[in-house]
């Protein structure tokens, strides 16, 4: 079981409250599968966290786990083990810009 925590207007999309927590089926939990088991839950989000058509993670948004910034990471990089075995989050964190 893996833990997600999603920026408020995220939660508001997908209409959760609190963490989400996901079954994610494979191998090695990486970011990729994360991400694809939390689309197929909840579609409506498609698009709002990485692009389309490319995959890539979106502009403005970053992923954390375990005080780390995975945001750069390539998206099959395994997770680590605490957000593997539900101890930790897998955060999903709309940035801020401007100046």
Do not use: W
Not at 3 to 16: C, E, F, T
């Amino acid at each position: 079981m893996i833990r997600v925590v999603l920026p408020a207007h995220l939660k508001n999309l997908a209409q959760v409250t609190g963490e989400v927590r996901l079954d994610v089926i494979g191998p090695v939990a990486t970011q990729r599968l994360v991400l694809d088991t939390l689309e197929a839950r909840y579609p409506m989000l498609l698009g709002t966290i990485r692009d389309r058509q490319s995959g890539r993670r979106r502009a403005f948004v970053r992923f954390y786990a375990c005080e780390e910034d995975l945001s750069n990471d390539p998206p099959d990089t395994p997770l680590p083990d605490e957000v593997v075995g539900g101890r930790e989050p897998f955060i999903i964190l709309g940035a801020m810009a401007g100046g």
